[in-house]
């Protein structure tokens, strides 16, 4: 794939499927090939960065009170090689999902429900977008890195706990990531994956891992 390029910064192309760089891949691996995002352009040009947004968190009165408990974190994430941030603010590992969810997905008999707070600032280097499919929960009885779902955002949108909406290029946004993994998995590791890319003057982008323990 083709992408524009910004004064003074190099265009990036894929060197492998897998979506786009930062989009996760459901995989057991810590690294990937995905297309990079292209270069921005600077603040100045675009207007401006925008403001961060304020931690997500249940309403006063909303049913969140009653379906789990969170859990302070307050770690943050920097990948200064594409400019993407992030800040874990607080985790939920005990939201109990309506009966209604649970009958409608047959596979949470045998799960659990985890949710992360987080707030993310997409590069304003590069044309990219900044989300839950960047997250994944490591360190699975399985073997398997666990990706986020978004099947149960109604649900906990309902219960007080806004999901998280994707940050443009150079934009901030803050809400609530969702994982559903096995009931057995005691030890929680968030973790946002770089994937690896190839910049047009040849320099390569390496993949890497960045992991929180979440506990």
Request: aromatic fraction near 6%; glycine fraction near 8%.
């Amino acid at each position: 794939m083709r992408i524009r390029v910004a004064t003074r910064v190099p265009a990036v192309a894929a060197i492998a499927a897998c979506g786009l760089l930062l989009t996760g891949c459901n995989d057991d691996s810590g690294s990937g090939a995905g297309s990079a995002p292209s270069p921005a352009p600077s603040a100045s040009a675009a207007g401006g960065s925008a403001p961060s947004a304020s931690p997500s968190q249940p309403a006063a009165g909303s049913k969140g009170a009653a379906t789990g408990t969170a859990v302070p974190v307050n770690k943050t994430i920097d990948d200064d090689v594409m400019g993407e941030k992030a800040t874990v603010i607080k985790y939920v590992k005990d939201f109990q999902p309506s009966a209604a969810a649970k009958a409608k997905y047959a596979a949470l008999a045998d799960e659990k429900v985890v949710l992360v707070d987080v707030k993310v600032t997409a590069s304003s280097k590069y044309y990219d977008s900044f989300g839950a499919t960047s997250f994944y929960l490591t360190g699975m009885p399985n073997g398997i890195d666990q990706a986020s779902t978004t099947i149960l955002d109604d649900e906990i949108k309902a219960a007080g706990y806004p999901p998280l909406k994707d940050a443009e290029t150079g934009k901030t946004s803050t809400g609530w990531v969702a994982f559903t993994p096995t009931k057995d998995a005691d030890k929680l590791v968030l973790r946002y994956k770089r994937l690896a890319a190839k910049a047009s003057d040849g320099t390569d982008i390496t993949a890497k891992n960045f992991d929180v323990p979440l506990d």
